[in-house]
């Protein structure tokens, strides 16, 4: 089971970039690095995923260096609507692609 | 509009009297799956199904049951609800994987129930 750690939570700032780096030091080679975002009450949202270098949409930028064993979530000028917990998982290709969430990080994104 | 619905969103009920929660999606998906989320534990799968009346145990199957016979249902059964299932339920879908590497789940709106 590759075991993810991403810090508890960070505070921010509106207009701020925010970066959440999580490690993932027994990542496998076929496994992927994905993404998700929660608000309060509501289910978990994909944001991004990746398998190496770096991939951006309109929401996130995910950068993943060559030995794949960290990846560092970006979210560019952030709003007050950002604040939610950020997980970030492994998803194990052996596993059939299951998600394995661990504790997240709470993002609160002050005024 | 694609989602994934459940029902339903709220339910208080007393030990032991049967419920069911339902899940149905519209994306025609393959992949759907169930997940309880408790303080402190995260979210944690309960039981997926990989295609109609395909099913397996996720990691915390005990005191649940599905079924899927039709590619959009995926519910959701408590025969004898216990006051620890009180929780948060999710449930997910997503597309197979034939010829991808990944594809991404969406989530449900939740189910909170209370079990007295």
């Given at each position: 089971?590759?075991?993810?750690?991403?810090?508890?939570?960070?505070?921010?700032?509106?207009?701020?970039?925010?970066?959440?780096?999580?490690?993932?030091n027994n990542i496998a080679t076929n496994?992927?690095?994905?993404?998700?975002?929660?608000?309060?009450?509501?289910?978990?949202?994909?944001?991004?995923?990746?398998?190496?270098?770096?991939?951006?949409?309109?929401?996130?930028?995910?950068f993943i260096p060559a030995d794949r064993k960290s990846?560092?979530?970006s979210l560019p000028r952030v709003?007050?609507?950002?604040?939610?917990?950020?997980y970030c998982l492994v998803v194990e290709k052996a596993a059939g692609n299951k998600l394995t969430f661990g504790?997240?990080?709470?993002?609160?994104?002050k005024p | 509009e694609a989602q994934v619905t459940q029902n339903p969103?709220?339910?208080?009920?007393?030990?032991?009297?049967?419920?069911?929660?339902?899940?149905?999606?519209?994306?025609?998906?393959?992949?759907?799956?169930?997940?309880?989320?408790?303080?402190g534990l995260g979210l944690r799968q309960i039981y997926y199904s990989m295609n109609v009346e395909v099913t397996d145990k996720g990691d915390v199957p005990e005191g649940y049951k599905v079924s899927r016979k039709e590619k959009r249902n995926f519910p959701?059964?408590?025969?004898?609800?216990?006051?620890?299932?009180?929780?948060?339920?999710?449930c997910a879908s997503r597309d197979g994987l034939a010829g991808k590497d990944y594809n991404e789940?969406?989530?449900?709106?939740?189910?909170?129930?209370?079990?007295?």
């Open positions: 089971l590759a075991k993810t750690t991403q810090p508890i939570s960070m505070d921010s700032y509106e207009g701020q970039e925010v970066n959440i780096t999580c490690s993932h496994d992927y690095i994905t993404w998700y975002q929660q608000f309060p009450s509501q289910g978990p949202r994909f944001i991004i995923q990746g398998y190496k270098t770096k991939v951006t949409n309109e929401v996130a930028s995910l990846s560092t979530l709003s007050l609507s950002d604040t939610a917990v950020y504790g997240g990080t709470r993002v609160l994104v | 969103r709220y339910l208080i009920t007393v030990t032991g009297k049967k419920l069911t929660v339902t899940c149905s999606q519209n994306m025609n998906h393959e992949y759907m799956s169930w997940y309880r989320q408790d303080p959701l059964i408590l025969e004898s609800p216990s006051p620890n299932q009180t929780s948060l339920y999710f789940q969406f989530f449900g709106p939740g189910t909170r129930l209370t079990v007295l």
